[in-house]
Structures are given as C-alpha cells and as structure tokens.
C-alpha cells in the first residue's frame, strides 16, 4: 500500500491532465500483417476513454495480435489502465497477444504503481 497506492495518490493529486491534452487525445489505427498496430497520443482518462472503446471492440473481433504505441501519451488513469487489462485477457483467451509498446517513464510509473507493469513490453 505504502509503496504503491499513495504515490500513485499523490502523482495524481500534483499531475492532472490539461484539458487541451484530453481533448486532444487521439488514436491511429494501422494493420501490419498479423498484427493491428494502435498508435495512441496525448491524456487518456475515464470521461475520453469511449473512442478507445470502441476501437478496441473492434479490435476484439479480429483474429490479430494488437500493439498498443505509448510513446506520446502524456497521462493514463486506472480506467485507461483497466480497458488495456479488458485487451490483454480478450487476446489472451483467443491465444493472441497483446504488446503495450514504448510507453514513458511516468507511464512505466503509473504502470508500476497499479502493479500491471507486466503488460509492457520489455524490446
């Protein structure tokens, strides 16, 4: 708890995301032989979370590995953080994979201190 809830607490508390960011958030969809390739940018969040929903809907009917670009997200919430897990189990139970990919250093932090780091790729 000590090492993880509260300095993910506290993150949130000093680091909100910018509206500009929110609304700016966008994805681009790219298909790469066997795998779908989501290239995602800007804050992502519970109240802009449905475009991602719906992609990956989407991307839960194809028979594809999915790869999930974080190099320009700037900010991602536990409700962010869940929708990837949704991913993650969807390809997993269809033997498929799922690579979170390039993600930053207060990414990899959020990731650790919600105790999914597991889901980023290590290359």
Known sequence: LITRIVPY????????????????????????GGEMIVH??????????????????????????????????TFADSAFIGLLLLMYADRKS???????????KKLRKIFRWSCVEYLL???
Do not use: M, Y
Not at 22 to 27: F, G, K, Q, R, V
Not at 94 to 104: D, E, F, I, P, Y
């Open 121 to 123: 790729d290590k290359r």
């Open 40 to 73: 995602l940018r800007e804050a992502w969040v519970q109240n802009n979370l449905q475009p991602l929903r719906e992609c990956f809907s989407r991307l839960a009917l194809t028979e594809k590995n999915i790869r999930v670009e974080l190099g320009k997200v």
């Open 9 to 32: 607490v506290w993150f949130r508390f000093w680091h909100k995301p910018a509206a500009q960011e929110l609304d700016s958030a966008a994805i681009e969809l790219f298909a790469d």
């Open 94 to 104: 269809h033997g498929k994979r799922l690579s979170v990919c390039n993600s930053t």
